[in-house]
């Protein structure tokens, strides 16, 4: 269907739109506006004409195409590179500066003239450069050199600039290098910014762009980030939501502060050669940044297969330098893993393989809950239920290490919050028989149950499990309640 058919067969409204549009497509193409941009603001305008030719006369629909010109030369400026320095910083948003009118006698051709128009019309206002400023400041504060935006969490946005004088600082050992080569480092956003202001802050810091910004912006920019990144800056690094993983960054003053960690898209294989073989199960978790990706980094024990470049593209060598991340001693870890996640059974590989060989061996046998079938089970277990019975009592002693160095506020508060658990997790936190603690008899239960259940997830290297059933679990709980109560006895 032609225009003049979706105009209300009204051959003056077609002409009128198609007069429009070939304006449009002048002026975009004197202000060398991109391709697809300007093929999306010319269907913009013929799609929003059409939608009002039902409704108005001729005249008013010439009026109405005259408005909407308007709008979509000032669509066109918000994103334009030579403009949105000028009207991003000193605007709400997009809206607010597609509603205020330019000067009638303002030739939209003359693209120099808009420009210095725009210049002049926020220069010439004292309350509308320092609301620019503001609005600047605003932006500069949500980029950083390390950064991270945090999806479906609570987690506030981290940002972290590098002052002069943080050079040869860890843990920014690979940005520091950077630096001290005279190399810029690229910013990046610490959080989504649907005005657009931080962008026009990335292409003035970063010399990103084709060079056709305001250069009175650019000056701003550069002048306001001296001073805000004098001492270096961060922010979101004091609360982060306690869901995530963190790794802790040395500081200043002596201290760790929590990070979130970004994801990364892989270190050199450096890492993987010369650390991961001998660290990856170290007491100390080694984290690094690569040269190539500067507010990338993750742990070592996370590193792939690679081929490691011998250079990278800014002419430093491309290995990500590592710095080392105290955990927290193990008493604590096991205190806050049973606080959070409850206690996992743990048996040793070769225990647990030999498990699974016994069980096999003798099928037949263990079909049934006969007396005999109850005496061998018995002894198939017997080392893996020492071993349990012993990773609970280490367990226990760990727990009680971490309360002792607990003042009574906090040690209340852990016996509070697993008060309605699992048994096995009480007697870790509380004990036996004490307020908040477990039974003997739901205790024994207890670790019945859960030895049960890992013997039932026990598989082969076929992925095969021995298919345990009912009346598999009812003569295993005929004698491992009695066998841990007796161990208990012997503590």
Request: glycine residues 6%; positive net charge; charged residues 25%.
């Amino acid at each position: 269907m032609d225009v003049r058919d979706r105009t209300g067969s009204s051959p003056v409204k077609a002409t009128l739109l198609e007069l429009a549009k070939l304006w449009l497509q002048a002026l975009l193409l004197v202000w060398n506006e991109k391709p697809a941009n300007a093929k999306k603001l010319v269907q913009s305008m013929e799609d929003e004409a059409l939608a009002l030719t039902s409704e108005l006369p001729e005249e008013d629909f010439h009026q109405a195409l005259l408005k909407l010109r308007s709008t979509l030369f000032c669509e066109m400026l918000w994103g334009h590179p030579r403009t949105k320095g000028l009207v991003r910083p000193s605007y709400a948003d997009r809206h607010a500066f597609v509603s205020t009118p330019l000067p009638e006698d303002l030739n939209e051709f003359d693209v120099p003239a808009v420009v210095n128009c725009l210049a002049n019309a926020t220069a010439s206002d004292p309350s509308v450069m320092a609301g620019r400023h503001a609005s600047m400041i605003e932006a500069l504060s949500k980029l950083g050199h390390f950064t991270s935006k945090p999806t479906h969490t609570s987690a506030s946005p981290i940002g972290i600039v590098l002052g002069p004088g943080q050079k040869g600082m860890g843990p920014y050992l690979t940005a520091g290098l950077l630096l001290e080569k005279g190399h810029a480092i690229r910013l990046d956003q610490a959080m989504n910014d649907n005005t657009g202001k931080t962008t026009v802050c990335l292409e003035a810091l970063n010399k990103d762009g084709d060079g056709q910004a305001d250069q009175a912006t650019v000056s701003m920019v550069q002048q306001l980030a001296a001073q805000l990144y004098a001492d270096g800056y961060e922010h979101g690094t004091q609360i982060i939501d306690p869901r995530l993983r963190q790794i802790l960054l040395p500081a200043q003053d002596g201290r760790y502060r929590a990070l979130t960690p970004l994801t990364s898209m892989g270190l050199s294989a450096y890492l993987h050669s010369h650390w991961q073989r001998e660290k990856s199960y170290a007491q100390l978790v080694f984290y690094g940044f690569s040269s190539t990706a500067i507010n990338n980094f993750t742990a070592i024990r996370k590193v792939g297969h690679a081929l490691e470049p011998e250079r990278s593209v800014t002419g430093i060598p491309n290995r990500a330098l590592v710095f080392d991340v105290p955990r927290i001693d193990e008493a604590h870890t096991v205190l806050a893993r049973v606080r959070h996640l409850g206690y996992r059974i743990q048996l040793p590989k070769a225990v647990r393989a030999e498990l699974f060989a016994q069980y096999q061996r003798h099928t037949a046998t263990l079909r049934s809950d006969s007396v005999r079938a109850i005496e061998l089970e018995r002894r198939i277990c017997r080392s893996a239920l020492a071993l349990f019975w012993l990773h609970v009592l280490d367990q226990r002693d760990q727990c009680c290490d971490a309360l002792g160095s607990m003042n009574d506020d906090v040690q209340e508060e852990v016996r509070l919050q697993v008060a309605g658990r699992r048994a096995i997790d009480r007697f870790l936190v509380a004990g036996m028989d004490t307020a908040g603690g477990a039974s003997a008899r739901e205790l024994t239960k207890d670790m019945a149950l859960l030895l049960w259940s890992h013997l039932a997830r026990l598989k082969d290297s076929q992925n095969k499990t021995l298919g345990l059933g009912t009346i598999d679990r009812q003569r295993f709980m005929r004698w491992a309640p009695k066998a841990i109560a007796l161990l208990l006895s012997q503590r």
